[in-house]
């Protein structure tokens, strides 16, 4: 089955990207030059696809041209993953795409960090101010400190990236970072409406500093982001350090000139989160530090300390949650509960599922939780897109119905709508 999985995967990636709008233009490039000219020089419209090989990239791409909605600007792979840009921080390089303009498409794309000294490798993506309509989607993107960082342009800029959408990617380290800057592997400050959907994101350390990483937090007094149907590993090729699942908040931002409306108080609002397998995080799944409004409804947290609300301004409606550890009110946070279920050991969760130690949450025995959730309208499906529509809800991220229908583990691929990228979603 994950045979054949897998081979769906590839060819609806092929076929999505083989696809040429009538007004586009398509630019092929072949070299490191090519493909700096071509992003030097591009306009709404253009698709610069790249051809299988290795683009070894000695400096930033700035991309600071405008796209459109009815004519982004698309860099993508001309097969999946078989362009292979690799940044090492030379000429004191610390990133690789800058994004400066919005209506940015990215896809398909193989993106490695091959820096000596793991500070030199900051971002893949760095969005910075306009970078409205970005979408980073399909690719693959391991060994840098925040694989996609986002914030405004210079202290007291009032621009953030908004509207952003970061689906179906694998994002991960091979190995710890040595560095005392931050690693998050999506470190958002600011901005609106972020959709972080669908992605695989596991193996992330911080050894230097504080040793605390995040899977991914939106922060910075940023509002209405989603995070769903994402499955974070935190520990599966190597282990060390503290790490963190997904988070409203992060560790906190100063000083207020680099946030939204110059404070950092709240770190997010109305945030969702939803649908999400949290696994093998040394701390909190879940974290919400100063996240006012958030929702937080059927995920599955297995081997991590819980979820915690933090600090006065954290306020949340925690719904159908199916999770080992507790969920912790804290430093004057607060929180509505109903529907979860908290506490469950690790080897309840192995009679429970196939081999939830792996992400294989095959069903073997639901009576604890199969029909048991409470209304939750924000969630009408589950972590692979099935719906929910069998009367009462299952409590967890995924729902087990007659025609479900779900691989998660990692590389296991999923149903068609988990896969790839396959336009704007509402």
């Known amino acids: 089955m994950r045979h054949v999985m897998l ?5 609806l990636a092929a076929a999505l990207i083989a696809t ?26 253009d698709i610069i696809e790249l051809a299988a090989g290795t683009y ?42 800058k994004v400066l303009a919005p209506y940015w498409r990215f896809e398909g794309l193989d993106v490695e960090g091959t820096c000596a000294i793991d500070s030199n490798c900051e971002h893949a993506f760095h969005l910075i101010g306009d970078a409205d309509f970005t979408v980073i989607a399909g690719n693959h993107l391991r060994d840098f400190n925040a694989q996609i960082k986002s914030n405004n342009a210079a202290s007291g800029s009032a621009a953030f990236p908004d509207d952003v959408q970061v689906t179906d990617n694998e994002i991960y380290d091979t190995r710890a970072r040595s560095t005392s800057n931050p690693v998050t592997k999506i470190d958002v400050v600011g901005g609106r409406r972020w959709q972080v959907r669908a992605n695989t994101i596991h193996d992330f350390q911080k050894d230097g500093g504080d040793t605390i990483s995040y899977a991914a937090f939106l922060k910075g007094n940023s509002r209405d982001g989603v995070f769903e149907r994402n499955l974070v590993t935190c520990t ?35 945030g969702i989160m939803r649908n999400n397998l ?92 199969v029909n048991l959730g409470v209304d939750a309208p924000l969630v009408t499906d589950d972590f692979c897109g099935n719906d929910r529509n069998d009367g009462q809800p299952d409590i967890g991220a995924l729902e087990y119905d007659a025609d479900f229908h779900c691989t998660t583990t990692i590389g296991g691929g999923g149903p068609s709508d988990r896969l790839f990228y396959d336009g704007f979603e509402s």
């Open 278 to 369: 949290i696994l093998a995080c040394s701390d909190v799944g879940i974290y919400l530090n100063n996240a006012t409004n958030s929702r937080v409804q059927h995920n599955t947290l297995y081997a991590t300390s819980g979820i915690d609300v933090r600090f006065p301004a954290s306020t949340a409606d925690l719904r159908n949650n199916l999770m080992g550890g507790s969920i912790r009110n804290r430093d004057g946070g607060t929180s509505t509960q109903s529907g979860n279920v908290t506490g469950v050991a690790d080897v309840t969760f192995a009679a429970w599922f196939v081999a939830p130690a792996g992400a294989d949450f095959t069903l073997v025995d639901g009576s604890s939780f």
């Open 20 to 45: 040429v709008p009538a007004h586009a233009v398509l630019k092929p490039v072949s070299d490191v030059g090519g493909l700096t000219q071509a992003i030097a020089n591009a306009a709404p419209g």
């Open 236 to 270: 599966n090729a190597f282990s060390g350090g503290t790490r963190i699942g997904l988070s409203f908040g992060g560790g906190g931002t100063s000083p207020g000139t680099v946030c939204e409306d110059g404070t950092c108080i709240p770190e997010h609002q109305n």
């Open 7 to 11: 081979v769906q995967r590839a060819l």
């Open 56 to 97: 070894d990239v000695p400096g930033n791409l700035n991309c600071t041209a405008a796209g459109s909605a009815l004519a982004p600007i698309v860099v993508r792979a001309a097969s999946p993953q078989a362009a292979k840009l690799r940044f090492n921080g030379a000429g004191n390089t610390v990133e690789g795409f």
